[in-house]
């Protein structure tokens, strides 16, 4: 199992950027999705998370900015971020809980840099 992350970029603040995570490989089924981020110099931290059914929890930083989504039939997930800030500059994970249909695990995607200028 894969997981691809893409759109990522340089924005202004106030701007709004698009990032998308899609799993690839032999999945039964796509459980839990999530965004998490790495600014530099500070430990990775959640951002948002949905599952299965389309339950959602945030951060509080990012409450009411951003808006993470999925498609299940696509196996891809979204995360739309409006009002974007300086401090939102980080290197941004994707992580899925996937069942194989021999095992369940949990993978990360490789990242994807989006960088927020003042």
């Known amino acids: 199992v894969q997981l691809q992350a893409s759109g990522g970029g340089l924005v202004q603040a106030g701007g709004s950027l698009r990032l998308s995570c899609a799993a690839s490989?032999?999945?039964?089924?796509?459980?839990?999705m999530g965004w998490y981020r790495q600014a530099p110099g500070k430990q990775r931290e959640l951002v948002a998370t949905?599952?299965?059914?389309?339950?959602?929890n945030y951060a509080g930083p990012v409450k009411g900015r951003f808006t993470i989504s999925r498609d299940n039939a696509k196996n891809t997930m979204y995360l739309q971020m409006n009002s974007l800030k300086p401090e939102d500059t980080a290197v941004y994970y994707c992580?899925?809980?996937?069942?194989?249909?021999?095992?369940?695990?949990?993978?990360w995607g490789q990242g994807t840099l989006v960088t927020v200028s003042s």
């Open positions: 992580n899925a809980g996937v069942h194989t249909g021999m095992s369940v695990g949990d993978y």
């Open positions: 490989g032999t999945i039964f089924r796509v459980n839990y």
């Open positions: 949905i599952s299965s059914g389309g339950v959602t």
